[in-house]
Structures are given as structure tokens and as C-alpha cells.
């Protein structure tokens, strides 16, 4: 049996299968390559979401004013999620710069870790949309 790990649909499934496949069964798991055009929808779609979530807790981003140097919180944006938060993650786990450059694992990889940050300080992240 061959599978292959496209996004977090296909880890579902495997583990779903995993009860009913017969112990001593070779299993081959690999990558499924590049990201596709759905996932990179899917990318947007949860950095709004995220951002939208954030806002609504109120963690807005801050940034130092230009004019007098104080504190300015700002909400966040599907941009400025993808920027700040999901590249840096990106980047500092795959030494990858953009994310046209991922597998279609690592979204799904860079939403657990950055579900778990948020999780500690009592921010529930959406989940990565597979529909």
C-alpha cells in the first residue's frame, strides 16, 4: 500500500486506516511534492481566519509610531499574518524563504507549531480548511 501525505486530509485518513491495517504490513509514506493551488488557497483562507481570531481576542500587532515614537496596536491581516507569523515559522523550520517553496506537509507542519504558541497563552487557532 502506498499513500501519500499531501496535507492534513491525508494524515486524517492514514490515521483512520492505521486500526485496520494487518501488523507485519509495509508502509510506504512519502511527500507529496509541491504545495498545490488549493492548499495555497487554503494558506490564505486560514491566515484571515487567524487574523480574524487575534483581533477578535484582542492581540493586535504592535508597531512603534513614526511621528512620536509610542506603541500603536494594529489588527492584523491575512498579509500581515502570512509575513509575521507563518514565514517566520516557515523559515525557521525549513530554512525555506517562501512559501511557494513548501511541501504540501509543511503547512500543515507550520500550523500545529504555530497552534501550539498560541495555544499556551489561551488562543485557539482555527484549523487548516480542507474544503
Not at 37 to 46: N, T, Y
Not at 92 to 109: A, I
Request: charged share 25%; with cysteine; aromatic share 6%.
Amino acid at each position: 500500500m502506498k499513500i501519500i501525505i499531501k496535507g492534513e486530509v491525508e494524515r486524517q485518513q492514514l490515521h483512520n486506516l492505521a486500526d485496520y491495517i494487518p501488523i507485519g504490513s509495509v508502509v510506504s509514506v512519502e511527500d507529496g511534492g509541491k504545495m498545490s493551488k488549493k492548499q495555497r488557497g487554503s494558506l490564505h483562507v486560514w491566515c484571515k481566519q487567524l487574523a480574524d481570531t487575534l483581533n477578535d481576542a484582542g492581540l493586535y500587532r504592535v508597531i512603534l509610531s513614526p511621528i512620536n515614537r509610542r506603541e500603536i496596536e494594529i489588527p492584523w491581516t491575512l498579509i500581515t499574518v502570512k509575513e509575521d507569523i507563518y514565514k517566520p515559522v516557515l523559515q525557521g523550520k525549513t530554512k525555506k524563504d517562501s512559501t511557494e517553496k513548501q511541501s504540501t506537509v509543511e503547512p500543515s507542519e507550520v500550523v500545529l507549531i504555530v497552534s501550539k504558541h498560541f495555544g499556551e497563552v489561551g488562543v485557539i487557532c482555527p484549523p487548516w480548511p480542507c474544503r
